[in-house]
């Protein structure tokens, strides 16, 4: 007999009106950093993370700040759900656009790295993030945006 619950789906895990899409992901990027959640920053163990100080490596690359994570895991897990869901059942444009959003909202990417690591322009940047949250939020009836608020 196994004692997993079974963990409800993402639209109706959390109360997705308390704060806007943008918010969510900016949210859970946060909540990523907490407790060494996030691999992405630089070296994966410790003697990499002292090889790098040593070196002088900068190992984190965002120029944004995330905001003050606010969010409980069971919010946290309905946001990662809500990503992976989105980035399997889009087509590959539309994937491209959510890549972009999560660049910028989850890993707290700027425009400009955005741009220079996809080797595209900032304006295209801006358009394809707009273009990524007004999807996910025309797919997803519970979500809103302050795009089309």
Known sequence: MSTTTARPHFSVAIDWKQRDIEQWLEQYGAWLLIGCRY???GANSIMGKLLDM???VKS???????PRC???D???EAIEALVKHISQTETPKAQKWVQIVVNY???GMSEETIAHRYNMSRFAVTRDKMNGIIRIVSKHS???SRLID
Do not use: K, M, V, W
């Not at 984190?60 to 995330?66: E, F, I, Q, S, V």
């Open 39 to 41: 691999e992405n920053l």
């Open 54 to 56: 040593a070196q002088g």
């Open 60 to 66: 984190d690359n965002r120029r944004r700040a995330l």
């Open 70 to 72: 606010n969010i409980t």
């Open 74 to 76: 069971d919010e946290a």
């Open 105 to 107: 909202h989850i890993d």
């Open 142 to 144: 519970f979500l809103r």
